[in-house]
């Protein structure tokens, strides 16, 4: 055989039985004539060679046969446990369609089932059963050029709080969009849930939980497992960008402040957010015909997407000229127990900036009232909040009230799009955090944004591992949010869009990952030299899933 050294290099020396159980490289039915005989699959699959494409039309045809959401989310994760080209091809050739039901809000409902619907494991689990071993159940992972990894901790899942071990799916999913979004090719990409316990009161009687049943650690017991992680994935794997994902208030914004300029990592729901909502905001003004200094922010909601959002808002005004503080005066936020005020003694240190001189106001439609506001901002968690008298209020004090209800999934989100066109009259700028179908008012058809991270968080990390580079910034975000805004057309804003259609995404994910690049160039984040043409730099270092012929054609 003249082409065992091809062989070896494509299929790593597997054969037979052993190839078709590798995701990686397994064709299934698209192996051809020559493939079966030199790789021993003859007889083990159906005569007929298929091609891709009619792999894609009957992964389709299976999907749209499932019953229900949480069906079709099993049936893809089991494709991608199989022949994961193909899992890519289909969601990335029907991005518009696969998204909420391989993320949010399908993954939601995964989540929370997820010791049930279990099959297969994917990526890595760092118990806190296993602390001093990081290192080594780091050198199990069979990939070894890892660029990113997505970790959680699973104690603030979406909306739905502490699963645990069962917020696995978070990862898993972000990691499916940085390859659908951005072409990070699936070895580079390593989910890892990192289980310190869960004070979720079901799972630990459910016998069928897969994470240890024991309460959450905290103090120092859990700051030495977070560092050890860190430390153990700069030595194994040191290109890797780590990025945080749904840890709880009291972790995430510590956590950031302890890494960020020690390790290249970022926090998704802080960093992420708040250039999502940002780039939507920006595209807003091309609506309200005004500037960001114009507008007055209410944000119902002051945990890490809220802050998160708040702290690149005022990046952007300070962009514009005005003095921090005031920039900080245009943010104002409310939690759970009312206005963040001064005179309040229960803040947590990320919210003292944004806590301002005000009397107290413990109900959000007064509170609406005394701010008058140009936009709100739901981050809460709280379905309805925004209420028929709120945004009544909000289209009687603004032209053109901005009403971003973002909080995911869709069970969780402050108001629906119906409810926002039709309270307001038609007037409102509104995007939500998970999808919601076209509104048609009085004749008009509004088609609502949704404000998802998967928008930035795929090229930001594009961004980082074409440049190498040892930091991720929050001038790499504002980048992102900019670069985002700007991508929007104008037939996409004459039909009420502030983000453009997810089925642009991969062009969006390769500019913003080209400013991204740009930032640490110019910043020295990198010892790369930079490449003349960035954004060709980008493209190229892409993953297309496209099958490879393993035996040349004679």
């Known amino acids: 055989m003249t082409y065992g050294f091809h062989l070896h290099l494509h299929v790593n020396g597997k054969r037979g039985v052993d190839l078709l159980h590798d995701p990686h490289i397994n064709k299934g039915t698209a192996f051809t004539e020559m493939e079966r005989d030199a790789l021993g699959l003859r007889g083990l699959l159906p005569p007929r060679v298929s091609t891709l494409e009619q ?7 299976n999907i749209h046969r499932k019953p229900s959401d949480i069906e079709k989310f099993i049936y893809l994760v089991a494709l991608q446990d199989r022949q994961e080209t193909l899992f890519y091809r289909v969601v990335m050739d029907n991005i518009e369609e696969m998204m909420p039901i391989i993320y949010t809000p399908t993954v939601g409902q995964g989540c929370m089932e997820f010791g049930h619907i279990f099959r297969r494991p994917r990526g890595l689990y760092l118990s806190f059963k296993n602390k001093g071993r990081f290192r080594e159940i780091l050198t199990n992972w069979p990939y070894h050029d890892v660029r990113i990894i997505v970790v959680t901790d699973g104690e603030r899942i979406l909306g739905l709080g502490d699963l645990g071990a069962n917020g696995m799916g978070i990862p898993v999913g972000k990691l499916s969009l940085y390859t659908a979004c951005a072409g990070v090719h699936p070895t580079q990409c390593l989910p890892i849930m990192l289980d310190c316990g869960t004070n979720n ?23 030495e497992l977070v560092e050890e992680f860190f430390l153990a994935v700069k030595e ?8 945080l994902e749904d840890f709880g208030n009291a972790n995430a914004f510590r956590l950031l402040n302890r890494y960020k300029d020690r390790a290249c990592m970022f926090d998704d729901d802080i960093q992420g957010t708040g250039a999502v909502a940002l780039a939507g905001l920006y595209s807003a003004l091309r609506i309200t015909g005004n500037r960001l200094t114009d507008h007055k922010f209410l944000f119902l ?11 690149l808002i005022v990046t952007g005004l300070m962009a514009e000229g005005m003095p921090e503080s005031e920039a900080k005066r245009r943010c104002w936020y409310m939690d759970i127990n009312g206005l963040i005020v001064k005179s309040r003694t229960d803040l947590a240190p990320h ?27 739901g ?23 901005i009403i971003f209800a ?17 309270w307001s009259e038609g007037r409102a700028v509104y995007a939500s955090g998970s999808p919601f179908e076209p509104v048609t008012y009085k004749g008009k058809t509004f088609v609502p944004g949704q404000s998802n991270n998967s928008y930035i968080f795929p090229g930001v990390g594009l961004g980082v591992i074409t440049s190498e580079a040892s930091r991720v910034t929050e001038e790499m975000f504002f980048a992102a949010a900019k670069t985002l805004a700007g991508m929007v057309t104008e037939e996409e804003y004459a039909m009420g869009r502030i983000y453009p259609r ?14 991204v690049a740009e930032v640490a160039f110019r910043r020295g984040l990198t010892k790369m030299n930079r490449p003349d043409d960035l954004v060709k730099h980008v493209k190229a270092k892409m993953y297309d899933p496209t099958y490879v012929e393993y035996i040349p054609k004679s």
């Open 406 to 422: 973002l909080s995911n999934p869709t069970s969780k989100s402050e108001c629906t799009a119906v409810d926002a066109y039709t």
């Open 301 to 311: 909601g002051a945990g890490e997407a809220g802050i998160g959002i708040g702290d």
């Open 502 to 515: 997810l089925g642009r995404i991969r062009e969006v994910s390769i500019a913003i990952g080209a400013a």
């Open 201 to 223: 009161k079901t799972l630990l009687n459910d016998p069928l939980y897969i994470g240890h049943p024991a309460e959450r650690l905290r103090g120092e017991a859990y700051d």
């Open 236 to 243: 194994i794997f040191p290109k890797a960008c780590i990025q």
């Open 55 to 61: 792999q894609v039309s009957r992964v389709l045809e």
């Open 351 to 377: 919210h003292l900036p944004f806590a301002h001189d005000h009397a107290f106001i413990g109900d959000f439609r007064q509170a609406v009232e005394a701010i008058a506001p140009t936009a709100i901002i």
């Open 379 to 401: 981050v809460s968690g709280a379905p309805g909040m925004f209420s028929r008298p709120v945004v009544e209020a909000m289209a009687r004090m603004n032209r053109r009230p």
